[in-house]
């Protein structure tokens, strides 16, 4: 054991992952504890990577030379490009993966790369809060580092609930870390409640797939890694099945024994991913509701009811679930539940991922509001990457809202925070037409250049992708039709690959994915540039500091609704206040009045 690692990544889940193998990339010494060994890039919920938006995250990571696409790829059963009706921009890779081969396909990356692992709980942070020392561990004392990062996930004071059933946990089956929470809570962190859930696992031999709608897994080749990969030949098939008014008459009956109903569970749960009684209130006249059936794994025992979340008690389920055609003859093997834990508030973190309270504390994942693995994933490897640069002595650095998903999340959380567990979409990214799936290598490779986290392997895969787009557009700028240059003459509504390498036959033989990621940019351009001159503009309005405004309620050039919500939230610079959901540009404008007028009575009073 090393007396000081340079980097402490408390929490092995797909955070705590991507901080301890960014950190390993830069070249510092690193150690990753988490509570149990095994359970390292456990999916806690459904068996799946990837989704609209989210998908593009995984892409990033791999960009950034993250581990959680060739996982993916590596274990994928089932394929589906996500809304493909739509234009390519915001198409969603999501893969079925293996749950328990993408767990040890993780830890194969943890245990391979250099990084100490040791199974034990952190009970707290150690030394000064503005300057910790290390942490704290239930049996292994004290370990030093010059920096840490939390990814300790849904485990902060973790408290599960199914019907009146409570009992302590970050997950079935795991610890909560109420020590740890503790800590945190005296060291004056402000933490919050969120809440989530998950559905039940069902035994997949009572279940009578013939009555179940199937899911082919789509033929079309994919993989989230930018690499020559050769994907996983295993594969599953997906099935649908339905909800009716005797499933939404059942979990009425049980109402009463919700504990989200009765009031036992106060933290918010994600609105886009309701439970099933949530559901059930709020939408009473939609009874029937699809229900994906996905298999946790290859030939696994159990399949995932996805739509189904649930924590009504057992016997409620066991008759839910009975009521999906299909479901029958079906045996539960591990209930639904809620889980409710603390994160930290958006006011406690740095748009670094640091806390502001302290020089060397990062944190990622579900502990700073978010939910699902790519976004966990994702923070993690940018807390990762600014811990080991803190560590080296080097500036952190951050990822803009206008080259990355990741960018935009991380902005988002830190400047406006969430009132619900934080998930990506792609309306929530203003330059969405450039953030595509298709060229996350193009656009970050700069960053990840500079962050420091790219191994030779990557930087030269990445290198190649970006020398092979330079080939495409350069034909495209030198070569005509009909006078017009092809650049501009394939932005013409309905030209395609196919046209391109028609009218340039020295672009037959190119890379068809780069060809059509290049025909996108060119397509988009006008958006594109559009959205950068926007954000030139918006970069001007982050130099306006509104920090002198000591109350909103009293500016008479702005609205009422704006007065209100600004004094809530008390935003730094203008352009913060520009992403507050309900402010409008009459409202920046008054603002700046206002802040005009501020400023000459102070100079006239300073004359005086
Ligand atoms: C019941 C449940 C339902 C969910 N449902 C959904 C859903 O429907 N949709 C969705 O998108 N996401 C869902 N999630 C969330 C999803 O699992 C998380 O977003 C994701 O796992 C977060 O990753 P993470 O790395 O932040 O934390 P986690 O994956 O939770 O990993 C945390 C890690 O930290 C370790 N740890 C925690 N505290 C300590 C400590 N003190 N000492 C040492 N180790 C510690 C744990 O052992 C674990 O390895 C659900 C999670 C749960 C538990």
Redesign the pocket.
């Known amino acids: 054991m090393k007396d000081e690692w340079d980097v402490i990544v408390?929490?092995?889940?797909?955070?705590?992952i991507e901080a301890a193998l960014a950190a390993i990339r830069l070249g510092c010494s690193v150690v990753l504890?988490?509570?149990?060994i095994h359970?390292?890039g456990?999916?806690?919920?459904?068996p799946a990577i990837g989704g609209i938006a989210k998908g593009t995250i995984v892409r990033e990571i791999d960009a950034l030379d993250g581990s959680m696409a060739r996982s993916a790829d590596a274990t994928t059963l089932h394929f589906r490009m996500l809304n493909r009706r739509k234009g390519p921009a915001v198409w969603g890779p999501r893969v079925q993966s293996d749950a328990a081969e993408y767990a040890r396909a993780q830890q194969v990356y943890i245990g391979s790369n250099g990084i100490e692992i040791i199974e034990?709980?952190?009970?707290g942070l150690d030394g000064a809060t503005e300057k910790v020392t290390g942490v704290r561990c239930r049996n292994n004392g004290s370990i030093k580092g010059k920096t840490v990062v939390l990814?300790?996930?849904?485990?902060l004071r973790g408290r599960l609930f199914r019907g009146d059933e409570l009992w302590k946990g970050?997950?079935i089956g795991?610890?909560s870390?109420d020590s740890?929470e503790k800590n945190l809570v005296e060291r004056m962190f402000h933490v919050e409640r969120f809440k989530?859930?998950?559905p039940a696992r069902i035994v997949r031999s009572t279940v009578n797939v013939d009555e179940l709608e199937v899911q082919q897994s789509e033929e079309t080749y994919f993989t989230f890694s930018f690499g020559e990969y050769q994907p996983n030949d295993k594969q599953e098939v997906c099935y649908i099945t339905y909800t009716d008014e005797n499933t939404m008459n059942i979990a009425k009956d049980y109402l009463h024994l919700s504990p989200l109903m009765a009031g036992r569970i106060e933290g918010t749960g994600?609105r886009y991913?309701p439970s099933y009684e949530d559901k059930v209130v709020k939408f009473p006249d939609r009874q029937r509701q699809k229900i994906y059936v996905e298999p946790m794994g290859y030939g696994s025992r159990n399949f995932y009811l996805n739509g189904l979340?649930t924590s009504l008690p057992r016997e409620a389920q066991r008759k839910m679930v009975r009521s999906l055609p299909g479901f029958g003859r079906a045996e539960i093997s591990d209930y639904g539940?809620a889980?409710e834990y603390s994160y930290f508030h958006f006011s406690e973190i740095d748009d670094t991922l640091r806390l502001r309270k302290t020089e060397n504390v990062f944190v990622?994942?579900?502990?700073c509001g978010?939910?699902?693995?790519e976004?966990?994933a994702g923070m993690?490897l940018i807390a990762g990457a600014n811990a080991g640069r803190i560590a080296k002595s080097l500036e952190p650095l951050k990822l803009s809202r206008m080259n990355s998903y990741i960018g935009v999340m991380i902005d988002d959380i830190v400047s406006k925070g969430a009132d619900e567990p934080y998930?990506m979409f792609s309306s929530r990214a203003e330059n969405r037409l450039h953030l595509r799936q298709d060229n996350a290598d193009r656009r970050l490779f700069n960053s990840g250049d500079r962050f420091g986290i790219l191994s030779e392997e990557k930087r030269e895969l990445l290198t190649g992708n970006l020398k092979e787009a330079e080939i495409v557009w350069n034909v495209l700028e030198s070569e005509t039709v009909d006078g017009i240059r092809l650049s501009k003459w394939c932005r013409r509504p309905g030209i395609t690959v196919e046209d391109i390498t028609y009218q340039a036959h020295t672009l037959v033989d190119r890379d068809e994915k780069v060809l059509l990621s290049v025909l996108l940019d060119e397509k988009y351009s006008g958006y594109i540039e559009r959205n950068l001159r926007r954000h030139e503009s918006s970069k001007n309005m982050e130099k306006i500091s509104l920090r002198g405004i000591s109350s909103y309620m009293e500016i008479d050039e702005i609205c009422w609704e704006a007065r209100e919500v600004l004094e809530r939230e008390k935003p730094e610079t203008l352009a913060r206040a520009e992403r507050i959901p309900g402010i409008r540009p009459t409202d920046l404008h008054g603002l700046l009045i206002h802040l005009g007028r501020q400023r000459s009575t102070w100079n006239n009073s300073k004359e005086e």
Do not use: W
């Not at 408390?10 to 705590?16: D, E, K, P, Q, Y």
């Not at 456990?42 to 459904?46: I, L």
């Open positions: 408390v929490g092995g889940g797909h955070a705590g504890i988490s509570a149990k359970r390292i456990e999916m806690s919920c459904n034990d709980e952190v009970t990814a300790a996930g849904t485990f970050g997950r795991d610890i870390a740890l989530t859930g998950t994600p991913c979340s539940y889980v990622a994942g579900q502990i978010t939910s699902g693995y976004e966990a993690g998930r």
